[in-house]
């Protein structure tokens, strides 16, 4: 909202060396934002000057100019040199006569864009004759600035050259821009941006509402008689509603005003054109400007009809199925049955109500007389309205957030009162339709304030202040009624109330003082363990990211996801940012390849990526979540629906990598990294947390089926894979060739660790060592000779370890020879060379039978 | 070992001859000196020290001689042996240091070659400004609460006060998740999680919500539609505004610098009534507003950086979520995580924050 500060002074006592800036700090300590101010940032000399000669000089580059000689009075040249001014100009919209205005060398525009004289097309220009758009005026560029056209003749008679033009035109003004929050709706008129400004300083306010304003011959009347319209008597309205959303009826209020005869093609005054463009619109005729400038001064949006389209009275009902409306923006809209609308007396829609006005009833060039509809509609049929037809309009935007329902008469008074003052026009008589329900006085207790803020509020000060905002209170005791005055339909229980004595007071006296606190658990488990997962990885080489969880149908397919995976199943959002990307992910992979696809096209040729973070895991059947009313707790059934509507969320870590794993350089070549790698990271996380993963060979999207682990928990919990990516998915995501990547689920981690770990003592006696060689099929893995070595040996095998690995001619074709170094310490002796030779050969039984090898 | 002397011959005797000890031990010592490897000085030793040495030989006639005489050709020889060892040790010792200081000086590697064997990585600042975050409040007694973000309409929406028809709703730019009326959305605050924890916990509550929450804005320099936020929650008996304040002057003390403290401003959120907007002084003015005669950067020169939203929690929000009112008051308080980044370390660009660039997290290691 803007809040042009000449304006403003009109309905409060400004102090006259206030500035815009001191205004904007007076509203920002009652709660409006400042976002901005404008204007005032304009320096003379800027005067009035008169045409004395203008030459029209054609150029070489097809452009003509004007050299034109301007009398602006004792200023300029006429004191240094004792001529007329001397400006060139491109424009030739004026003509020898013509009043316009002349920034002089040394006075500065809008935008700090200060004027000097200055050499062009031949001549010294000394100075600059302005257009509307260059003195910050709208955005008419079109010609400059001639008085007579924008203020009319009769404004410019007494207008001399040399006349100051920063005032003449208001360009000393300055407009404060407040960001309204949705509870202020009477903020989005000067009014309630006046009334707060008085609030925050303690001038006096004065309500432009407060005017002589005739009451309507209809008042409280509910259902007017329909007919007999003669020129002098009230216009019949018929307010109906056959489907009030909550029991509230749409529309609870509706004044009628007709005035005839005006010219509405006439244009408004300047004084109201200037308002209308610093608060941000456009003037465009008499009868729309009038409406607007009333909504911005009272905040009541105002709709005028153009009568002679209407058959004989006005009112509203809900929409019906299938029906269609043209609003005013040529759009054809099908409406709905919780459309409330304005019909005309023949049941013809007029409006979408508190929304926007239909084109068969709008005000055009032939118009004279009109219709003016101040109504009060109910917020949230306005609210939904607008919404379902993607139509917020000035008018929706006050009606969501409540209109004054007293301030409809005053409103639809003024603009007849300008109508007919300013075109001319015979006003009827008045249709006051007021269906109000009273509104009830909230019990309050004054000591609520000291409970809520913690700082003390005597009695006194709390009724004062709910005074000062506009409340009637009751009551001699603690508990007072509080009746909040009209324009304050946010005020509905003691807290309300509380912020308006506490902002009243100021913020800024609020103490500060740190709440006792409790003992605190610190970190949980899960908490802990999701920091050392990251930390881990990170100590491995890779770099945390963070990508947008959304994905398009088709990576799926691009993964290799088998048509039944599990992972295909996903939520789907309604206004996804992209239509390519709807989906959530299923696994944090999903949006990590792209990442790493980014990093390479930047030119990170190694790069390794991880990130951990939420996937979506939805049910098979996944229900809607109800949606229970606030009064209370929902009862457990319902909160357990709730809860369960949520799709589980498991969290996941992934990580993906390219390039080298070690660089090459003078030190030796590098090394590339590999699927081991993938593996590696997994089992250093799980180390880290203490567990040993159990590694097994997979087959599994997206990765090579001959270069993918299963990673699972001893139990045979699986936790994730890792891998090296299969080529076509690695292709089809416009990756590098044998990149690498994993995922695991964090949660399955958290839950396999947190128990505390058992220590077992350590044996002082020395290790004894023996190796052995075992020839196997190609197909037994080196895990499975491994796991039946240690079972084999028994409890006094401390280490397995494979140090050396052979195919060639030693061994017959498709084996391979794994060569294990065993380490054997008991805890209570020094092992004989033939104990160890005993376990040993227990041992390689053991991987014989399991896996078939044969001891070389 | 030789035995006793039976066949004396004189002739032999000629070794013991002082002259002659006198001239093997100057032979010895000049070999000695002139060694200048430890090859060199073992052929001496085996010249002179060896075996068939002259000294050596002349030991061995020592045993020959009348006793009278063996006094004194032995004092005569041991004198003769002990300077040829003498020099032998002392040269050996100085040939072994040069030996030793030379192959230090041979070892020498440029250790300025940076060899890049397995570079550490990175964390994202994010994570890393967050978890300080919650080390902050968990030093003052706090927990750590987190939620699902794909989450029920009611929790995220109406339960704190934000009714399906209110303008608030609207500017909340909601990612919906289809079918229309599945009842969720992904969450665009932390705060659903402040109304799990109410409705799982009794009071006294004091809980950080950190996490990932969403709104259909668009990519630019200053705004993501995927950023985090930390949101406080405390409800317990007696608490005030003044407590809301007294937590935010601790925290932003503790994550921006001493001295450093808040100012409340009016405004509205739903979910807290009273409400108010939190800024902080600039830390980089101290408030000024002018920083060596040019407008702060950091604050716009308005002295004041806009950090977020609080309040008392919204009457409302604390009986849908079971708590009683009459008993209990509580305050809670939003911040962003990508905001506090950008301002702490001069992050120009959110494009930077989340495009996933492992140059952009290098930047800041390990901790924050």
């Known amino acids: 909202m803007h809040a042009p500060v000449s304006w403003l002074r009109e309905l409060a006592d400004v102090p006259a060396d206030a500035t815009g800036a001191d205004v904007a700090a007076a509203l920002v300590r009652v709660g409006l934002e400042e976002e901005g101010l404008h204007g005032g940032d304009v320096r003379g000399p800027l005067v009035v000057g008169r045409v004395l000669e203008a030459t029209d000089e054609p150029q070489r580059n097809g452009k003509v100019i004007r050299w034109c000689s301007v009398d602006v009075g004792q200023n300029g040249q006429m004191l240094t040199e004792g001529r007329h001014q001397e400006i060139v100009c491109?424009?030739?919209?004026?003509?020898?006569?013509?009043?316009?205005?002349?920034?002089?060398?040394?006075?500065?525009?809008?935008?700090?864009?200060?004027?000097?004289?200055?050499?062009?097309?031949?001549?010294?220009?000394?100075?600059?004759?302005?257009?509307?758009?260059?003195?910050?005026?709208?955005?008419?560029?079109?010609?400059?600035?001639?008085?007579?056209?924008?203020?009319?003749?009769?404004?410019?008679?007494?207008?001399?050259?040399?006349d100051d033009a920063i005032a003449l035109l208001g360009l000393g003004d300055e407009v404060v821009e407040v960001n309204v929050t949705p509870d202020r709706g009477y903020c989005l008129s000067l009014r309630g941006i006046a009334r707060e400004y008085a609030l925050s300083t303690g001038v006096a306010f004065r309500d432009p509402a407060d005017l002589s304003v005739r009451t309507g011959e209809g008042t409280r009347v509910a259902e007017p008689p329909v007919g007999a319209q003669s020129p002098v008597r009230p216009y019949a309205v018929h307010l109906r509603d056959q489907a009030p959303l909550a029991g509230r009826a749409g529309c609870d209020r509706y004044i009628a005003r007709v005035v005839r005869g005006v010219d509405v093609g006439a244009a408004s005054p300047a004084w109201m054109q200037k308002r209308l463009t610093q608060v941000g619109m456009r003037p465009i005729s008499l009868a729309v400007d009038v409406t607007n400038y009333v909504m911005m001064l009272l905040g009541q949006p105002l709709h005028a009809f153009d009568l002679d389209t209407l058959s004989g009275s006005v009112g509203t009902r809900r929409a019906r199925p299938g029906e269609r409306l043209t609003t005013l923006d040529g759009v054809e809209r099908r409406l709905d049955p919780e459309d409330l609308l304005v019909v005309d007396g023949s049941d013809t829609p007029l409006a979408v109500a508190g929304v926007m006005g239909g084109a068969?009833?709008?005000?055009?060039?032939?118009?004279?007389?009109?219709?003016?509809?101040?109504?009060?509609?109910?917020?949230?049929?306005?609210?939904?309205?607008?919404?379902?037809?993607?139509?917020?309009?000035?008018?929706?935007r006050r009606f969501e957030r409540g209109v004054d329902p007293d301030v409809t008469a005053a409103a639809a008074q003024l603009a007849v009162d300008l109508l007919v003052g300013l075109g001319g026009g015979t006003a009827d008589g008045v249709t006051d339709v007021d269906h109000r329900v009273p509104r009830e006085p909230v019990d309050f207790d004054t000591q609520l304030p000291t409970r809520y803020v913690g700082l003390e509020y005597p009695r006194d000060e709390v009724v004062t202040t709910l005074r000062a905002i506009g409340c009637?209170?009751?009551?001699?005791?603690?508990?007072?009624?509080?009746?909040?005055?009209?324009w304050r339909p946010d005020l509905l229980d003691g807290p309300d109330l509380v912020e308006e004595v506490a902002r009243v007071r100021g913020y800024d006296q609020i103490p500060s003082a740190v709440p006792p606190g409790l003992a605190g658990a610190g970190l949980t488990h899960g908490q802990r363990v999701r920091r050392l997962v990251a930390t881990t990885l990170a100590q491995q080489g890779l770099v945390e990211v963070l990508t947008y969880p959304f994905v398009g149908p088709e990576l799926f397919d691009r993964l290799g996801y088998p048509a039944d995976d599990p992972r295909?199943?996903?939520?789907?959002?309604?206004?996804?940012?992209?239509?390519?990307?709807?989906?959530?992910?299923?696994?944090?992979?999903?949006?990590?390849?792209?990442?790493?696809?980014?990093?390479?096209?930047?030119?990170?040729?190694?790069?390794?990526?991880?990130?951990?973070g939420l996937v979506v895991a939805p049910r098979e059947e996944q229900p809607a979540a109800p949606v229970p009313g606030i009064d209370d707790r929902p009862d457990d059934e319902t909160l357990r629906l709730v809860l369960h509507a949520v799709p589980p969320q498991p969290r996941h870590v992934a990580f993906a990598a390219t390039g080298d794993a070690e660089a090459g350089g003078p030190w030796g070549a590098a090394r590339p990294v590999d699927a081991a790698d993938a593996v590696a990271w997994a089992r250093g996380v799980a180390r880290a947390l203490g567990l040993d993963l159990v590694v097994s060979a997979a087959d599994r999207a997206p990765w090579h089926p001959g270069r993918c682990a299963r990673l699972a928990l001893a139990d045979g919990t699986t936790v994730g894979h890792a891998g090296e990516l299969h080529p076509k998915v690695t292709a089809a995501l416009e990756l590098p060739a044998r990149t690498v990547a994993g995922e695991l689920d964090v949660d399955v981690l958290v839950a396999a660790t947190g128990s505390p770990v058992h220590a077992r003592p350590l044996s002082t006696y020395p290790p004894a060592h023996t190796d052995v060689a075992l020839v196997v099929p190609e197909e037994v893995p080196a895990a499975a000779v491994e796991a039946a070595l240690r079972e084999g040996a028994g409890g006094s095998l401390e280490s397995v370890v494979l140090f050396d690995l052979y195919r060639g001619d030693q061994v017959p074709a498709a084996h391979r020879s794994l060569a294990y170094r065993l380490t054997f310490r008991a805890d209570d002796r020094t092992m004989t060379t033939d104990e160890v030779s005993a376990l040993r050969d227990r041992a390689v039984a053991a991987a014989a039978r399991a896996t078939g090898a044969v001891q070389r | 070992m030789s035995g006793p002397n039976t066949q004396y011959d004189p002739v032999e005797v000629a070794a013991l001859d002082p002259a002659a000890i006198d001239r093997a031990v100057e032979d010895a010592l000049a070999q000695i000196a002139a060694a200048t490897t430890l090859d060199q000085l073992k052929a001496a030793r085996t010249a002179h020290q060896g075996e068939k040495s002259p000294l050596a030989l002349a030991n061995r006639e020592i045993g020959a001689l009348p006793p009278s005489a063996k006094a004194e050709a032995g004092k005569r020889v041991g004198q003769a042996r002990g300077r040829v060892g003498h020099a032998l040790r002392e040269r050996q010792e100085e040939l072994e240091a040069e030996r030793d200081a030379r192959i230090l000086v041979e070892e020498t590697v440029d250790l300025t070659v940076r060899v890049p064997r397995r570079p550490l990585g990175a964390r994202h600042p994010v994570s890393l400004v967050s978890e300080r975050v919650e080390d902050i409040f968990v030093a003052m007694g706090w927990e750590i609460a987190e939620g699902p973000e794909i989450e029920a309409e009611w929790l995220n929406f109406d339960a704190l006060n934000i009714a399906a028809d209110h303008p608030a709703r609207?500017?909340?730019?909601?990612?919906?998740?289809?079918?229309?009326?599945?009842?969720?959305v992904l969450r665009t605050h932390t705060s659903p999680v402040q109304v799990r924890t109410m409705l799982e916990r009794r009071p006294p509550i004091y809980v950080l919500c950190p996490g990932k929450v969403?709104?259909?804005?668009?990519?630019?320099?200053?705004?993501?539609?995927?950023?985090?936020?930390?949101?406080?929650?405390?409800?317990?008996?007696?608490?005030?505004?003044?407590?809301?304040?007294?937590?935010?002057?601790?925290?932003?003390?503790?994550?921006f610098g001493a001295g450093v403290e808040t100012r409340l401003r009016p405004n509205y959120f739903p979910f807290t009534e009273p409400s108010a907007e939190i800024d902080c002084r600039c830390w980089v003015c101290g408030g000024s507003g002018t920083l060596g005669g040019v407008r702060c950067r950091t604050c716009g020169g308005t002295g004041w950086i806009e950090l977020g939203g609080s309040g008392m929690v919204n009457q409302r929000v604390l009986r849908a979520a079971g708590v009683d009112p009459g008993r209990y008051t509580g305050f809670a308080f939003g911040l962003g995580i990508e905001r506090s980044l950008m301002l702490r370390h001069n992050v120009a660009d959110m494009h930077d924050i989340v495009e996933g660039d492992v140059r952009f997290s290098r930047q800041f290691g390990m901790e924050i």
Do not use: W
């Open chain 1, 90 to 162: 491109g424009a030739h919209n004026f003509a020898v006569g013509d009043l316009v205005v002349c920034v002089l060398p040394g006075g500065v525009l809008p935008g700090g864009f200060e004027i000097g004289a200055r050499k062009t097309y031949g001549h010294l220009s000394n100075g600059m004759i302005c257009s509307a758009r260059e003195l910050g005026l709208g955005d008419d560029h079109e010609g400059i600035i001639v008085l007579q056209e924008l203020l009319g003749g009769q404004a410019t008679v007494d207008l001399k050259p040399g």
């Open chain 1, 360 to 396: 068969s009833s709008e005000v055009s060039a032939s118009t004279t007389n009109l219709l003016i509809e101040a109504a009060h509609f109910d917020p949230v049929s306005v609210a939904r309205s607008a919404r379902r037809h993607r139509l917020s309009t000035e008018a929706s």
């Open chain 1, 472 to 486: 009637e209170v009751g009551g001699d005791g603690r508990v007072v009624s509080v009746l909040p005055p009209s």
């Open chain 1, 568 to 612: 295909r199943r996903t939520v789907r959002l309604g206004n996804p940012l992209s239509e390519e990307a709807p989906l959530m992910r299923t696994s944090v992979l999903d949006t990590l390849v792209e990442a790493l696809r980014r990093n390479v096209a930047r030119g990170t040729r190694d790069c390794a990526l991880y990130e951990l």
């Open chain 2, 170 to 184: 609207q500017e909340q730019d909601t990612f919906f998740v289809d079918p229309p009326g599945s009842g969720l």
């Open chain 2, 214 to 255: 969403f709104r259909t804005d668009d990519l630019d320099a200053t705004h993501t539609p995927v950023f985090h936020q930390f949101e406080g929650l405390v409800v317990d008996e007696g608490i005030t505004m003044a407590h809301l304040k007294g937590t935010l002057d601790a925290f932003v003390q503790r994550l």
